[in-house]
């Protein structure tokens, strides 16, 4: 049997997407190999949002075509995703013979058997496709791995018209396709017949979901008509979704905090920068205002609710006033969590081409302090839950000590806590008695006997 590696750079979206993927190849008669050495079939599926993630895939593809060219073996080589899309036949040669767009992942197990019978030496396809966006949907699931999968990721959507002047995403992803409620409530329903307990509804910008496909209903958006749909799904116990964009957080989906048990109260909700200067200029379409208005809200609905955002420091035309105004928003807001990314200047982006590129090294310094700032708040925020009885689902055998088990707190914290196999994929109460810089630990309040 032929067997497939795959490699995944960047965000959730491609981590959905080379499951389905791997699935596909199952499908096909493929297994999936330990590592690139012993494959048949070597995919790397790629980042385009910022040139360190893509020096990363093109890095790693040298390497592994320089090892497959000594072993002297037959390897189907190939990119997918983001950077195939953008960079396409580029990408061909050097050992590698496939290139595959964002819209032409489900192709990829017939174009590998293709290249590997020998009836093509190369095959590049980044054409659009229609209806592509109701094609990820398979999952390999526990597999090779006898812990069950508790949580797993449903696309929703792909691609995104905001158009924000830093991002590549319209461009590699194309215009935002939503699929069907019923479509995924469907695959919803099958990943609970196979023992998941959470899902993450997945998108560049899942509030706009269903937007031209599907009418507001009782002033409910397409989006929260999903999640009301995925809500009554029984069996499932958790509900979560990412990203939306501030801009689409109207408040019927605050309510839905309030009204929907299953919500999980957190949102990754990406502010960018806290200057009304430079939120217009990365034409995100809401104010620093409106931004603190929304977590005010969502606060009030939910106080507990746990929340992650994105910054990018070094916009074109950022001053320090600007980045002071974003170290502001930070404190005010007291952040659970905070990814900050130097800005990358993006091919065909608008900001690329905007006048004032910050200097490379006041872009890391400002990185410097944010990061050290959003820290600070993350580890204090992780302290205040000391002494609490957290809701956990149980997800398996810890990653730093198998011997202890972890699972997720509702607002999305990591907790430890001792246990035996059979408690995964329950939802049972822990006492936290201690924090680390991003971890929980604690002790279950009642073990289930079973
Ligand atoms: N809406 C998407 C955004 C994808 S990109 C989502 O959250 O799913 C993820 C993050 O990368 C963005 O929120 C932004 O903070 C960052 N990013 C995007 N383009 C960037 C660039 N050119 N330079 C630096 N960071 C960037
Ligand atoms: Fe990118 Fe902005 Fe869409 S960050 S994915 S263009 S919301």
Not at 312 to 338: K, M
């Amino acid at each position: 049997m032929p067997s497939v590696f795959i490699k995944t750079y960047g965000c959730q979206m491609n981590e959905r997407d080379s499951d389905a993927v791997a699935a596909q190849f199952i499908a096909c008669g493929y297994t999936l190999a330990a590592s690139e050495a012993v494959a048949d079939v070597v995919l790397l599926n790629t980042c385009s949002v910022r040139d360190a993630a893509e020096q990363k895939a093109l890095g790693r593809m040298t390497n592994v075509a320089a090892t497959i060219r000594k072993q002297g073996r037959q390897v189907v080589l190939g990119y997918l995703g983001c950077m195939a899309q953008s960079r396409g036949r580029e990408l061909l040669g050097a050992g590698v013979n496939l290139v595959l767009g964002t819209q032409k992942l489900h192709r990829a197990a017939e174009l590998a058997d293709e290249l590997l019978a020998g009836r093509q030496t190369t095959l590049c396809d980044t054409e659009a496709e229609a209806g592509s966006e109701a094609q990820i949907r398979d999952h390999v699931l526990a597999l090779n791995d006898s812990r069950p999968v508790v949580s797993a990721y449903v696309s929703i959507m792909q691609g995104c018209n905001q158009r924000c002047t830093f991002c590549i995403v319209p461009q590699t992803r194309g215009e935002e396709r939503s699929r069907s409620i019923e479509d995924i409530v469907a695959e919803c329903r099958g990943l609970v017949a196979r023992g998941v307990k959470e899902i993450t509804l997945l998108g560049q910008i899942v509030t706009s979901y269903g937007r031209r496909l599907i009418p507001v209903q009782d002033g409910k958006s397409p989006f929260v008509q999903l999640l009301e749909a995925v809500h009554a799904v029984e069996g499932l116990e958790r509900i979560r979704f990412t990203s939306p964009h501030p801009k689409g957080y109207g408040t019927d989906l605050v309510e839905a905090y309030a009204r929907l048990p299953k919500l999980c109260e957190s949102a990754h909700l990406p502010v960018q920068s806290g200057s009304n200067r430079v939120l217009k200029l990365m034409h995100r379409g809401y104010t620093r205002e409106r931004y603190l208005e929304l977590v005010g809200q969502l606060r009030t609905a939910q106080p507990r609710i746990g929340l992650g955002t994105d910054i990018i420091v070094g916009f074109p035309g950022e001053t320090g006033e600007d980045f002071a105004q974003t170290l502001d928003l930070v404190q005010r807001v007291q952040f659970d969590s905070a990814y900050v990314f130097k800005y990358s200047p993006r091919k065909d982006t608008p900001a690329a081409a905007m006048p004032d590129q910050v200097p490379v090294e006041v872009r890391e310094e400002r990185h410097a302090r944010l990061l050290l700032a959003v820290t600070e708040i993350g580890q204090a925020r992780l302290q205040r839950l000391v002494g609490q009885t957290v809701q956990v689902l149980v997800e398996g055998p810890s990653r730093k000590n198998p011997a202890r088990l972890e699972g997720r707190t509702r607002s999305n914290q990591i907790v430890v806590f001792e246990g035996t196999p059979r408690h995964v994929g329950q939802l049972l109460d822990v006492h936290v008695t201690r924090a680390s810089a991003v971890t929980l630990y604690g002790d279950p309040a009642i073990l289930n006997p079973d």
